[in-house]
Structure formats: C-alpha cells, structure tokens
C-alpha cells in the first residue's frame, strides 16, 4: 500500500498561471480532503469529498477548484495562481467521517512569484 | 472566535519531563477529537482520538473535558524523539495551529 501519494513535491509558479496537484489514495477510502497549511498555522480545509462525483467547500475555496471522478484521485485545481496560494498543500483520504482518522500525502511545497 | 485554539508554544523540555497541551473548542456539539503529530516538514500523522472516558496509549495520555469544552495531551518521560509539532483536531477537519515541543537532551 502507498497510502496517499501526492504530485508534484515541489512547484514554482508564476502569477497567472495555473495547474494542477495530484492526489490518488489506494485504501479505497471514499473521503478524501485538500487542505493548505501556511507557515506556523494550522491547516486549512480548501475542499472535500465524501465519494466519486460528489465535492463540497471548505473553509479556505477561492481561487481552486476539484473534481472526483474515481474514488482514488482528487486532483486540485488552481486558477490564475497569486502570491496569495503560496502554501504547503496536503491530501487526506479518511475511511469515513467525523469519527475516522485522517491519512495525509507528503504535501505540495508551492510558490507563487 | 476560532473553531480551535491552542497555545503555540514552544515547549522546551528536558529529556525525562512530563509535558502537558491544552486545546480549546468553540463548538459545543463537536463529536470527535484527536491529537496529530507533525515532524518538520513532513505531514500529520494520527497520534491518538481522544474519548470521553480519556485514553492512554503508553507514554501518552489523552483527555477531554466536553464541559470546558477542551481536549488535553498529557506525555510523561519525554523522550528526543518526541520533538515534533502537536496538532488538536476537533470534528476530523478543524485543526489547531499546533503546539511545538522540543525536547533536550
């Protein structure tokens, strides 16, 4: 088992532009999560899922969108990247809800210049 | 107010000390708690959920208290290998901003 990967480790953007962070869990988890966690903060949740198809916000959306089309991949979305979505992003897939842990891919070092 | 706070710390403790977090919750209908780990660099990993009757996991012991509406991490005999920031989790997706520990040789 891989658990939660994640790509790429690394990225350098520049203003305007956009990509796209990968995420695939092979648990066969139906939740999975994005967050982002900016430097001394805790982390935020940007979007979320609950199984293929389906995706809500979270608390920190602006500026990304995601999609889930299989249960294994939720790759995010960043449009026209600011200064602003300079952060470490992390994936998490979670058996269930509330009362199940989360497991979390290595994270995105992102910046945006 | 926030959904969680924590003291940011940092803890500096020497090797064999006991160590004690709090973390704070806003909301009083929240269903589940945990302690994270997080070493620098690296992503959160699961440390212990926290029960209402507490729970103990050698070293560690977690606890809640719903009426001050507050979960505690308790570490006794720290070790160096315990430097790392904690992180509380209230309702699997809220997150505290984290408490940092080093422990001294």
């Known amino acids: 088992n891989a658990g939660v990967t994640q790509t790429p480790k690394f990225r350098i953007l520049k203003i305007g532009q956009s990509m796209t962070l990968q995420c695939t869990q092979d648990m066969n988890h139906n939740y999975m999560y994005w967050y982002r966690q900016d430097p001394g903060m805790g982390l935020k949740l940007i979007y979320y899922s609950v199984g293929a198809g389906i995706t809500d916000k979270g608390e920190v959306p602006n500026g990304y969108n995601v999609s889930r089309s299989t249960t294994e991949d939720f790759p995010l979305r960043l449009e026209l990247a600011a200064p602003s979505q300079t952060s470490v992003y992390f994936c998490?897939?979670?058996?269930?809800?509330?009362?199940?842990?989360?497991?979390f891919g290595p994270g995105t070092r992102l910046t945006v210049t | 107010r926030k959904e969680v706070e924590q003291d940011p710390g940092p803890f500096n403790v020497p090797e064999g000390a006991t160590v004690a977090f709090n973390c704070t919750y806003s909301n009083s209908a929240s269903q589940s708690f945990f302690w994270y780990r997080q070493d620098c660099r690296k992503e959160p990993k699961l440390l212990m959920s926290?029960?209402?009757s507490g729970n103990e996991d050698g070293r560690f012991t977690a606890q809640l208290n719903r009426a001050s509406q507050y979960i505690s991490l308790l570490i006794r005999d720290s070790k160096l290998s315990d430097s790392a920031t904690y992180l509380c989790v209230v309702n699997q997706f809220y997150f505290g901003t984290g408490t940092s520990l080093t422990v001294i040789p």
């Open positions: 998490a897939s979670s058996y269930g809800d509330l009362r199940y842990e989360q497991y």
């Open positions: 926290v029960y209402s």
